[in-house]
């Protein structure tokens, strides 16, 4: 298995470019997340999802589109790029605690997004 | 907001000292997880405690949950030097998917 992996490791971005970052999973499970980590911060949750066509919002969502087509996959968008979104973006998944197994997350190794 | 605090933020210890990292909350959690984060590289699950009072120990480690389910704490006995990392809690509330991280205790353990 390779677990959870996001594309690309750096990226660079322009003021009011989009983009999106990849994530995916062969794990088969229910529950994605997508995170920012920003200095003295913690990881703050941008959006989630509990099963492919569901979708929902985390603490930080402005400026972010998310879609789950697929439960392997779940991509997230950024609009119109901006310095404040400058950060460290790590995707995660795992099984839905209504499946009784453990819902451990497991992350991925991170996007490292820049914005000038 | 649901908010966790971590404390403290930095420690720098020698090899062979203990330690404690608090994480507390004025919020009530049905599960609290510990992760510890390399450099460039994404936060790896310790532990997770659902149980107020539970206690659960990982060799050297040992993890507390808060009898009200508000705070919790990781106490590291001897470390090393492989125990230097990035230490973060995370709560979820119940009936919720939604994890709130705390904003992390910088560890180096000096040989």
């Known amino acids: 298995n390779a677990g959870v992996t996001q594309t690309p490791k750096f990226q660079v971005l322009k003021t009011g470019q989009s983009m999106t970052l990849q994530c995916a999973q062969d794990m088969n499970h229910e529950y994605m997340s997508w995170y920012r980590q920003d200095p003295g911060m913690g990881l703050r949750l941008i959006h989630y999802?509990?099963?492919?066509?569901?979708?929902d919002q985390g603490e930080v969502p402005n400026g972010y589109n998310v879609s789950r087509s697929t439960t392997e996959d779940f991509p997230l968008r950024l609009l119109s790029a901006a310095p404040s979104q400058t950060s460290v973006y790590f995707c995660?998944?795992?099984?839905?605690?209504?499946?009784?197994?453990?819902?451990?997350?497991?992350f991925g190794p991170g996007t490292r997004l820049t914005v000038t | 907001t649901q908010l966790l605090e971590q404390s403290p933020q930095f420690l720098s210890i020698q090899e062979g000292e203990n330690l404690t990292v608090y994480c507390n909350s004025s919020?009530?959690?049905?599960?609290l997880q510990w992760y510890r984060q390399e450099p460039g590289e994404g936060p790896v699950l310790l532990v997770t405690v659902v149980t107020g009072g539970e206690v659960k120990k990982l060799k050297r480690l040992t993890f507390q949950f808060g009898d009200a389910r508000k705070d919790s704490s990781l106490h590291i006995t001897a470390a090393q030097p492989g125990d230097t990392g990035l230490y973060l809690c995370a709560g979820a509330s119940s009936g919720t998917y939604k994890y709130i991280f705390g904003t992390g205790t910088r560890l180096k353990v000096l040989a």
């Open positions: 999802s509990v099963g492919a066509g569901i979708t």
């Open positions: 919020s009530v959690f049905s599960s």
């Open positions: 995660a998944s795992s099984y839905s605690r209504a499946s009784g197994l453990s819902y451990e997350q497991y």
